[in-house]
């Protein structure tokens, strides 16, 4: 599945590069597809060429939306996509632009980009509200190069400010799944603040267990930022992995009833994606929701698991629906970890692994946090511009207190209020996580800047896959599992 996810991005790149007719590359693609049932050398290589098609039909498919131009008027459409933070006199938020016109024609062209709102106090936005205005796009203000590369993969095409004065019509909202998903991390945010959680204690439970990060100060931001920890603050896979595995744990208990393994399979798939609405429902949370529903399930059918092709169907998928995500920073860090996971961490710790269970998982978060550092350095340098080596040697305890704080902090909305203790326990976990952080953050020495091109970052990755597979083949391993269990 490897070698078909690797053909399929090798065709968006070309259709990115190349113009042809759609219609040309959906013929040529059902060619190749009906090829692809000879069972020789020849099935492969169509096979292949097949998933090229795909991709190269899936990168012009894209190109159907127009981007809205810079600095003249416009009347957008927009959906809001994140709930407004105040910044004082204005708030800000972002929104997803699905139609826009211009004065210089009246036609409405179809888009799929995202822009930055600022608007002021008094206009009350929320989440999936859809509104049409009438203003300009502006560029994303006046930052640093690499931060408008950064937001520009993000999918943003710039910034709309809503003053009182400017023409707003109220359209609707959108589908009730996503509102109920922004009620539902409200919810929890609110029920976090209601309990003895304060300060930057509040603010890195908050990020965890909800997703927002509303509350966290900048200079906060910015020691996770210069400690290499900041992915910490995104809930992503990691998280996702630990409600999986607690989940597991948790309710193993299911199995003793009648139909129990239906049973615990349905429910730590209900758990996983209850966490994930929880959370608002990003992108990578969702991706990761996706894969760890395939594991459970496909450990329930009893096949053997094979953790790469689901990483690959799941990218395939997810790239084939929405093409974009290719330049999405986040949707690379993601796969990208989770891939050196499955090829490195997990060999690796099957290597080390003992009779000692708790020195198994000590051992495995030391590995996995150190692979997924090293292995993302590249692509963090070429987005950020600058790698924290420190991150090497503070993963590792940062993901171990991660445990635990994803698991308290999700106790401390659902238990009662009355139990404090669970929330004293959360507030001293993030406490010491924080004091870890601010200490790595000062080591200066660890960190530096860089500035490499993209084709740079592809053939050091290119060459990791190729390290990687000649490795494969030589220990010729049946399928992996789970280094702790």
């Known amino acids: 599945m490897l070698i078909l996810l690797v053909a399929l991005v090798a065709g968006m790149v070309i259709g990115a590069w190349v113009r042809v007719p759609l219609w040309v590359v ?30 190269v039909a899936a990168s012009l498919s894209e190109f159907g939306h127009d981007t ?27 929104a997803s632009v699905s139609w826009y016109r211009s004065n210089t024609d009246s ?34 203000a006046d930052s640093t190069n690499s931060y408008v590369r950064l937001m520009h993969s993000r999918g943003y095409a710039g910034r709309v400010a809503i003053y009182r004065s400017t023409p707003l019509v109220r359209v609707g909202k959108t589908g009730s799944l996503r509102r109920a998903s922004s009620r539902l991390q409200h919810w929890a945010a609110e029920r976090l603040r209601a ?18 990060r509303t509350t966290m ?45 239906q049973l615990l399979n349905l429910a730590v798939v209900a758990v996983v994606w209850g966490y994930a609405a929880m959370t608002g429902m990003a992108v990578s949370v969702v991706r990761a929701a996706l894969m760890f529903s395939a594991l459970q399930f496909a450990l329930a059918s009893g096949a053997s698991y094979r953790s790469g092709n689901v990483l690959a169907t799941v990218a395939m998928v997810m790239l084939i629906v929405r093409p974009s995500l290719l330049d999405d920073v986040s949707f690379q860090l993601s796969v990208v970890a989770v891939a050196a996971i499955i090829y490195w961490a997990v060999p690796f710790c099957a290597q080390l692994r003992t009779r000692n269970g708790l020195l198994n998982l000590l051992t495995s978060t030391v590995v996995i946090g150190a692979v997924c550092t090293l292995a993302t350095a590249p692509l963090v340098a070429y987005w950020f511009g600058r790698v924290a080596m420190v991150g090497v040697v503070l993963n590792p305890l940062v993901v171990l207190l991660g445990y635990e704080l994803v698991v308290l902090s999700v106790m401390t909305i659902f238990v009662p209020t009355s139990w404090g203790f ?53 220990t010729r391993k049946k399928s992996l599992s789970l280094p702790y269990v």
């Open 26 to 55: 959906i013929v040529c693609a059902a060619t190749f597809y009906a090829c692809a049932f000879r069972r020789d050398r020849i099935g492969e290589i169509a096979l292949l060429l097949a998933f090229v098609m795909t991709g």
């Open 68 to 94: 809205p131009p810079l600095d003249e008027p416009l009347t957008l459409l927009l959906t809001i996509d994140e709930e407004p933070v105040d910044r004082g006199t204005w708030q800000r938020s972002s």
């Open 107 to 140: 036609t409405w062209h179809e888009c799929d980009r995202r822009v930055i709102i600022s608007t002021d106090s008094a206009t009350q936005l929320a989440v999936g509200e859809r509104i049409a205005i009438y203003s300009q796009l502006r560029p994303l």
């Open 195 to 212: 309990s003895r959680l304060e300060g930057d204690q509040l603010a890195l439970c908050t990020a965890i267990a909800t997703g927002k």
């Open 217 to 261: 100060s900048a200079q906060l931001r910015e020691q996770y930022t210069l400690s290499g920890s900041s992915h910490l603050l995104a809930v992503s896979g990691l998280h996702v992995a630990i409600v999986f595995v607690v989940a597991n744990i948790l309710l193993r208990w299911l199995t003793l009833l009648a139909r129990g393994s």
């Open 422 to 474: 669970v929330a004293r326990a959360a507030g001293a976990i993030a406490e010491a996580e924080n004091r870890c952080v601010a200490v790595a953050a000062e080591m200066d020495w660890t960190q530096f800047t860089t500035d490499i091109n993209g084709w740079t970052v592809v053939i050091i990755y290119a060459v990791a896959i190729v390290i990687t597979e000649l490795a494969r083949r030589k």
